[in-house]
T-cell receptor, first 115, second 113 residues
Framework: GAGVSQSPRYKVAKRGQDVALRCDPI?????LFWYQQALGQGPEFLTY????????KSGLPSDRFFAERPEGSVSTLKIQRTQQEDSAVYLC?????????????FGDGTRLSIL | GENVEQHPSTLSVQEGDSAVIKCTYS??????FPWYKQELGKRPQLIID?????GEKKDQRIAVTLNKTAKHFSLHITETQPEDSAVYFC????????????FGSGTRLLVRP
């Protein structure tokens, strides 16, 4: 079956522009996560959704970052007034429902470059 | 909050030898420990995971061990092959309201033919 799909794969924006990154999770996966991966580093947690509810946004670095998942499926990560330090790969992961931690399956990510 | 440390940062082995990567975590409430393999420009791929009620898990050439008392877990790859070359990340997760993964800093494994 199809895995987690992210678009665009690459995004170049000028400093100060707004960007929107999309994630299509695996069908039936209720949990969706966004991570930020800087070059040469491990992914860092940004935010978590269970269905349409955003249950944890403690990792969002500033109020310029906003995520939504209005119908409990596709999610969008929006970054307003981008800055150079926002340059990174943004990874989306989804996991199936369950009473305990379930394996998270990642997409290929969006590589964001801010000029 | 949880903190995960990973060692070594780079590891070079001869094809056929074993490779061991070690991680320590800080929060004793962590109960789920996955390992991911990431090739250059590709997505992290889950290769094996272990839960806190298990001490060891094996899948063909890959095994993971967990020592809850010492709060460390290790990835063991036997009979390494050139296609095992990649960056490997360990992670830890709490069974709280988030299930978020806290990742180590990664180990770049090079398997020399």
């Amino acid at each position: 079956g199809a895995g987690v799909s992210q678009s665009p794969r690459y995004k170049v924006a000028k400093r100060g522009q707004d960007v929107a990154l999309r994630c299509d999770p695996i069908s039936g996966h209720v949990s969706l996560f966004w991570y930020q991966q800087a070059l040469g580093q491990g992914p860092e947690f940004l935010t978590y959704f269970q269905n349409e509810a955003q249950l944890d946004k403690s990792g969002l670095p500033s109020d310029r970052f906003f995520a939504e998942r209005p119908e409990g499926s596709v999610s969008t990560l929006k970054i307003q007034r981008t800055q150079q330090e926002d340059s990174a790969v943004y990874l989306c992961a989804s996991s199936p429902p369950g009473q305990v931690n379930q394996p998270q399956h990642f997409g290929d990510g969006t590589r964001l470059s801010i000029l | 909050g949880e903190n995960v440390e990973q060692h070594p940062s780079t590891l070079s082995v001869q094809e056929g030898d074993s490779a061991v990567i070690k991680c320590t975590y800080s929060d004793s409430a962590s109960n789920y420990f996955p390992w991911y393999k990431q090739e250059l420009g590709k997505r992290p791929q889950l290769i094996i995971d272990i839960r806190s009620n298990v001490g060891e898990k094996k899948d063909q050439r890959i095994a993971v061990t967990l020592n809850k008392t010492a709060k460390h877990f290790s990835l063991h790859i036997t009979e390494t092959q050139p296609e095992d070359s990649a960056v490997y990340f360990c992670a830890a997760s709490l069974m709280d309201s988030s299930y978020k993964l806290i990742f180590g800093s990664g180990t770049r494994l090079l398997v020399r033919p």
